[in-house]
Structures are given as C-alpha cells and as structure tokens.
C-alpha cells in the first residue's frame, strides 16, 4: 500500500479485506452464456461497425474492414469457447448407448484390418491387378504405355516410342511387391519399401493417393491419416514405365476419448477428484497424472492430488491393433473446505441461534452414513457440550440445557469416523456474539 | 491453483486467452470470493455486485491475452474490476436525485466511543453499510481505503479535486461509524 492508512482505516481495510463469498456454479453458468452471447455480439458489432465503413467510403474500405473484422473474431477467445462447447456436446452424443456400439464396431475394425499379416493380404491383393495392368501394358503397342508416364513430357514420349519395343523385351525390370513395414494407426509413420533388379540408371517414382512424391528411394515413410492411402511406385527406366506396384493401407477411424472430473466434495477426502472417461464401452484405459502414469486403469478411478492445483491429465487407450489414442486436459483440484460459520447469536431472535459447522448438515456428507461427534469446549478446555448427531447443534447453554454461555469464543472438535473406519479430526473456534 | 506459482499462471493465463473453458472456470472460481469482495464494496446493491463481477470477469477473458506477467495476476485481474467499478460510478452518479454536496454528513457526538467499533460487527454486515453510503462517499472510501488510490489519482478519476475526495473520505469514514454505533446501540 502506497497509502498511509490510520489505524481506523487499516482496521476497515482488513475488515474488509477478510469478506468471503462462497462460490457459485450458476454465477459461472451465466458467466459461460455471458460470453457465448457476448461473441456474437461483438461478432456482429464489429461486422455492422464495417457496413457503415462501406456506406460512407467505398467499397474497397468495406472488404479491408470486413476482412479485418473476420480475423478479429477469429483470434478472440469467445468464438472458440463456442467451439469448446460444440465439442462438448460432441462428447455426450458419443456418450448415448447406441453410439457406443458403434464405437466398439470400429475397434473392432481395426482388428480386422491392422494387424500386420492382413495388411499384407490386403496389399497382395490390391497389387495384383497393376502387375496384371503392367502385363498387359507390355504386350500392347508403344502408344498406350504413354498413360503410365506422368513425369514425362509429350516430346520426350514421341521420341521414345521407337526405341520402346527393343527395350522391353531385351530387359525385362521388375519392382518386388510393396511391403508395409510400422504401426497401421492415425498419426503413425510407415515405411513402405521395394526392391528392383536393375542398376542406378532406372528411377523410382513414388504417388501418394496419386499425388507425385519428391522421394526417389526404395523406401519411403509416410505418416498415416484416417482412412484408405493408395501408395504406387513406378520404376522408370530410359525414360519409360517398366514397372508398376500399388498398395493400399487402410486406417479405421480412431477411437475418441475423452474424460470429465469431479472434485469430490466428501470431507474423508482431501482433495480428491474422480475420472471419469467415454467411451465407457472400452478397458484399459491409461491415465498419465502430473507426468506419472496411475497404477489404475479404469474407466472410472479416484485419484488423490494431494492439494489444491492445476494438473495435466492425459488419458491414454491402446486399440488391440496397437493404435494409441489420447487427449489431455487441465483438472483443477479446488477442494479446500470452508467451515463458513465462525460466530452464532443465541439471542432468541430466531437467526444464527445455534451452532454446527455446515459442511457436516451437507448431504455430501450425512449421506456417508459416517460416524459424528462434536464437542464444544471454552478456552479453559472445559467440555460445554457433546453430540453424536448432526440433528443436534449446539445451542450456546451448557449441555444444550443450561445456562447460556457468556459471549466469547469457544472451540469446537469434530471427530468423524467413515464405515471402512477412516478418522479424521477437525478443530476451530467458533465465537458467541449478540446478546 | 496456486497464483503465485509462474508455471500455473502461465497455464490458466495461455488456456484462458485460447478461450479454453476449464481454464477460464479454473480462473474465476480461485479469485470468485476475492473479487466479489471488491465489487461489493463499490456497488449499490447486492444484484449490482453481481453485475459488476460478471461484467469485470467478461473484459479480464477478454483481455487476458494482454496479461504480460509482469505483477501478479490477482492484481491485474483487480485493477480491471476496480477500472469496471469506476466506470459503473461514472455512469450511475448523474442518476440520483440528489447532489453528493447535499448529503449531509452524520456529526458524531462527544460521548460516542468509536474506539475499536469495528471489532464488533461482522465483516458482511460492515459490507452492508458501505453500500448505505452515498455512491461518491462510497467510491472514494473503497478506492483509498481497499484499493489503494491517492488522493490525486480518485481525484482524476472521479473528476473531483484533491480537497473534495479527502474530505469525502473523512465524512464516508463518520458516515459509517455512525451507522455502526447505531447498530450495537440496537442490538443490545
């Protein structure tokens, strides 16, 4: 403080300073609305600014405006918190029963098709037709072959076809069939590899979906996205095809996971959170905790943080293909336990007449089933009142039946006892005040 | 969370100017009680209080990617709902029927012992008080008192001069003592 305060001001400023609000989720629900709605104003806000740009100027200036409004709502954090939130109810979707089956189709999919013996079948199978193509191909005029040579210009082709007949058949170059060698999974590299029989003047050309590849090796590594990849190689000799194999891989559609928490508000435990991941159809889960991977592996764990923080959490699942997947997200761990009431009236008025710490009335707690016992004692440490019920606060008179207590503050022991026998002690003080 | 901690700053800071939901919530649920404490003490009622924290909260998402680490988060975080605060007294103070210059400020009597007052009352029920005082009175209080403005800077801000905000403070700090003794006079 750069103020010098008086002792009176110093005194309301601490005060003041010692309020607390408890926290309320419908306050942060209106606060997500707030900002969903609050994107879609200033969305609009700053696309309307731009209209009246191309009324007063021109319309050049409108397009640079609107432009410019475009990326600005694009970089503003709202318009993804939308996205967030579509996300999110992508996930319950995912969540309703029959989805899940569907789920569990595609895992099983991946069985089918990943394992690497299939993908050699697969491979052998798709190959077999270009080997055909590329018999055919040789017993067939010069002119047809053309199709097959891509890189080539019109010139270079008219002047190669007297030379194509000789050729062939005095040098009969074969490409080996193509092997698939890596993890058939999303986001994985394979290599793809194949062998020809003749020296360094032959040239192999690589297509990925018929896409022409600056790789020239007999190996070739490519990373794997969902779906069908067609891999053709084609050796070039004299500036002629030779030979032509293909190779289709196919990845199923990932499995998506996903997990949500709960900080528990269970007073046995201290910061604790429950994970709970989706699709519940699937095992063998991995959970990667603050970088160390849990001993659990269950759809659904509990997990001690131990304190109050921000944890990266990733969840992890292994197709039994051997396809990973995950996602990692944030859990705040908050759970810090506030016993609210730290002074009572017991003055008749009919507010704040008697006195339990709230958390224990809270069916968080009563539904626990869990033993209680509260004890009240003044500052000589004398017992003034005890309970086993939390029906049963205490009044502010001795044994709830005597004289009232002078004002003051007083302590209060709480002792719980959960059913599998965990104890756990709290003691505060609490005051009396009014008359 | 813990805000003194850099790494977790950074964190909640990156996640909540990606518009990242969990990190925005994290953010608001550590400084909810903190925060509405100080719209609090700046708002009329208890249903502006509210505004006034979920209208601060909205420009510090908002903002957040301007955070630039230097200070604390919690402070940066305070300055935009004490700015927000301002600009609510700016916009209400021509709203009120009466002029600031007319409201009388309560004498305090010889006999009255303020000595040590505000020991007695809760926090809460102080809260309350200073949204009974005049939005002027009220503003000057929280801005020299809590958050730690000059007198000059009130001056600036509230477009007063250095003389009428000090003199302001004092008749907010009588206005409330008054009220107080009121108070422990009727509860006993």
Not at chain 1, 105 to 128: L, N, W, Y
Not at chain 1, 280 to 307: E, R, V
Not at chain 1, 333 to 342: G, L
Not at chain 2, 109 to 138: N, V, W
């Amino acid at each position: 403080m750069k103020n010098k305060l008086t002792q009176e001001e110093q005194a309301l400023h601490n005060k003041l300073d010692s309020v607390e609000f408890n926290y309320q989720d419908a306050h942060w629900a209106e606060m997500q609305e707030m900002l969903g709605k609050k994107g879609f104003f200033s969305k609009y806000g700053t696309v309307m600014k731009a209209a009246a740009v191309v009324v007063s100027i021109s319309s050049i200036v409108y397009w640079m405006a609107y432009d410019e409004a475009k990326l600005d709502t694009a970089k503003s954090p709202i318009v993804e918190q939308v996205k967030v939130d579509e996300n999110a109810t992508q996930n319950i979707i995912k969540e309703n029963p029959t989805n899940i089956s569907t789920t569990s189709d595609i895992s099983k999919e991946i069985r089918v098709e990943e394992t690497p013996s299939s993908v050699q079948k697969t491979e052998g199978a798709s190959s077999a037709s270009p080997i055909k193509k590329v018999k055919s191909t040789n017993n067939t005029p010069a002119d047809s072959r053309e199709e097959n040579v891509i890189a080539t210009s019109p010139e270079e082709i008219t002047v190669n076809k007297k030379d194509k007949p000789s050729n062939i058949t005095s040098t009969p170059i074969k490409l080996s069939d193509l092997t698939v060698s890596g993890k058939v999974c999303k986001g994985e590299t394979v290599a793809i590899e194949t062998n020809f029989n003749t020296g360094n003047d032959a040239e192999l050309l690589w297509f990925v979906n018929g896409s022409k590849l600056a790789s020239n090796g007999t190996q070739l590594k490519i990373e794997l996205t969902d779906g069908k990849t067609v891999v053709k190689a084609k050796l070039i000799h004299n500036k002629k095809v030779v030979d032509e194999k293909e190779t289709s891989i196919f990845v199923a559609q990932g499995v998506e996971i996903d997990f949500r928490y709960n900080d528990l508000t269970n007073v046995f435990y201290d910061f604790h959170a429950e994970l709970n991941a989706s699709p519940k159809g699937l095992n063998n889960y991995q959970w990667i905790i603050d970088k160390k991977l849990s001993a659990d592996n269950g759809q659904q764990i509990t997990h001690p943080f131990g304190k109050k923080g921000i944890y990266d959490v990733t969840l992890m699942h292994t197709s039994e293909a051997g396809c990973i997947s995950k996602t990692t997200k944030p859990v705040a761990i908050e759970q810090d336990f506030k016993f609210f009431d730290n002074a009572f009236s017991p003055n008749g008025d009919g507010m704040h007449e008697t006195f339990i710490p709230k958390i224990f009335t809270d069916k968080s707690f009563t539904d626990l089933g869990a033993d209680f016992q509260m004890s009240i004692l003044d500052q000589n440490g004398d017992l003034i009142y005890q309970t086993n019920s939390v029906n049963d606060p205490w009044n502010g008179r001795k044994n709830n039946n005597g004289a009232l207590m002078p004002k003051g503050t007083y302590i209060w022991k709480i002792k719980i006892q959960s059913k599998k026998g965990v104890v756990k002690y709290f003691t505060e003080r609490v005051k009396i005040v009014g008359s | 969370m813990d805000l003194t901690n850099q790494t977790e700053v950074r964190k909640i800071v990156e996640g909540c100017a990606k518009g990242k939901s969990e990190y925005q919530q994290a953010l608001y649920k550590q400084l909810y009680s903190k925060m509405m404490g100080v719209c609090y003490r700046y708002a009329n009622r208890p249903e502006d209080a509210k505004d006034l924290f979920q209208e601060g909260f909205i420009k510090v998402f908002q903002k957040i990617e301007k955070f630039n680490f230097n200070g604390s988060l919690e402070g940066w975080v305070r300055r935009i709902m004490v700015n927000n605060a301002i600009d609510y007294y700016r916009k209400n103070k021509n709203k009120y029927a009466f002029s600031e210059s007319l409201v009388e400020a309560e004498r305090l009597s010889e006999e009255d012992e303020t000595d040590g007052i505000f020991e007695g009352i809760s926090a809460k029920q102080l809260l309350e008080f200073i949204q009974e005082l005049s939005p002027m009175y009220r503003t000057v209080f929280s801005l020299y008192v809590l958050d730690d403005y000059s007198h000059a800077e009130i001056s600036e801000e509230l477009n007063i001069s250095e003389g009428t905000s000090k003199s302001n403070l004092s008749k907010a700090k009588r206005n409330l003592k008054k009220m107080i003794l009121e108070h422990l006079k009727n509860e006993k």
